[in-house]
Each structure stands twice: as C-alpha cells, then as structure tokens.
Nanobody, 124 residues
Framework: QAQFVESGGGLVQAGGSLRLSCVAS????????LGWFRQAPGKEREFVAA????????SYADSVKGRFTISRDNAKTTMYLRMTSLKPEDTAVYYC?????????????????WGQGTQVTVSS
C-alpha cells in the first residue's frame, strides 16, 4: 500500500510563501488523483486542493484560490503545494491523500490513504 510523507512546513510571516512536498512510495502513483487537506486546532479537516492523475485537472477551495498552486511530478512520485500570500488563517497541519477517482475530489471520504501531515504556522 502506498505511503505518503509530507515535508516543507514551517513558520512563516503573513504574506510569505512555502512549498509543501508529498513523496509517495509504490509504483502506482500516477494511477491516483491526489489531494491536499488541512486541519486547524479545534476545526474539522478541510479540503485545500486536488489534482488528477496526469495533472491536467485541478480543483481548489475558494479560500486558497489564486494563492495556492497544486502540481505533481509522476516520475518523482511527488506532489507539491505552492503557497503564496499566506495568512494566519492558513495555519494548520497539511495532509496529502490519494483517491481512486479519475477527477479531483473535495470530499475527504473519497480518499483512502493519508500522510502524517506537516505543520504550517503563519504569524501575523
């Protein structure tokens, strides 16, 4: 079963940028739609962005549209989340996950494998 390891989180000032990476093990990386979710303290996990198998389709939460960019490199079995113009409300643990769906999904129940998460903290 595929495993995911997120990295790239950290502490950044408001207005700054970060790039998260999600490296997957396993040979079927390109067979799955992938997504990023986040969970802030005391809140439910929420959808951030998703990308289709070949990277041709993407979907974003309204709260990050225009600021975040999702991408993937199937040859490197890695997915990325470029985050710019960060806000304090972006503070959360960010998780990557995979879905069997052919199209980007925003519902967490459509994802069946998750990483451990990486902490992003944005100071004001």
């Amino acid at each position: 079963q595929a495993q995911f390891v997120e990295s790239g989180g950290g502490l950044v000032q408001a207005g700054g940028s970060l790039r998260l990476s999600c490296v997957a093990s396993g040979r079927t990386f390109s067979s799955y739609t992938l997504g990023w979710f986040r969970q802030a303290p005391g809140k439910e996990r929420e959808f951030v962005a998703a990308i289709s198998r070949a990277g041709t389709l993407t979907s974003y939460a309204d709260s990050v549209k225009g600021r975040f960019t999702i991408s993937r490199d199937n040859a490197k079995t890695t997915m990325y989340l470029r985050m710019t113009s960060l806000k304090p409300e972006d503070t959360a643990v960010y998780y990557c996950a995979r879905s069997d769906s052919a199209f980007p999904q925003s519902t967490s129940s459509r994802y069946d494998a998750w990483g451990q998460g990486t902490q992003v903290t944005v100071s004001s």
